[in-house]
């Protein structure tokens, strides 16, 4: 297998340009989504990386529900292991999407997007489980604060 340097200076080239230079992972992604269908080695020999690096990639975007994988059987002379896995995207854009949680981990009950929204538009929150708070008996006025808030921070029409 033949790795060669043209990602490394593209990459180089690139950010010496002024250019902000992509990670891995969305160069992955987007690769992926312009050839589905595609195994690890397949994935590396086509971006000029090594398979093990590609195959840290996926396995992280798979736990993250950003990529599908699923086992196939290749009719293949060459090939002692005719099981291979095939990728393909599986979200419209690219975006890193937290990992899925595993059966049987522990969770403290928190809402990690919710809370990152709320510090970045300064709201300050209590540490409320999700599982106590229940939308439909919330009072009017605190609905009517939220929805204000939320329309503040994500726009839409009234």
């Not at 002379?77 to 979200?91: G, K, L």
């Not at 403290?108 to 300050?124: H, M, Q, S, T, Y």
């Not at 409320?128 to 009072?139: A, E, L, R, Y």
Request: aromatic share 6%.
């Amino acid at each position: 297998m033949l790795v060669t340097n043209i990602p490394v200076l593209q990459s180089t080239s690139i950010h010496a340009a002024g250019f902000p230079s992509m990670s891995l992972k969305k160069r992955v992604w987007l690769w992926l989504r312009d050839h589905p269908g595609k195994t690890s080695v397949e994935i590396a020999n086509g971006m000029g990386h090594q398979q093990s690096s590609i195959s840290v990639v996926l396995k992280d975007m798979t736990d993250r529900a950003m990529v599908v994988r699923k086992l196939v059987h290749r009719r293949n002379m060459s090939s002692i292991r005719p099981q291979v896995f095939e990728y393909e995207t599986c979200i419209r854009e690219f975006e890193v999407l937290p990992k899925k949680t595993k059966i049987g981990q522990k969770t403290d009950g928190r809402r990690p997007l919710v809370d990152l929204f709320n510090k970045a538009a300064g709201i300050i929150t209590e540490d409320v489980p999700t599982s106590k708070i229940d939308i439909d008996k919330m009072p009017i006025g605190e609905a009517r604060a939220l929805y204000e808030k939320l329309h503040k921070l994500f726009g839409g029409s009234k």
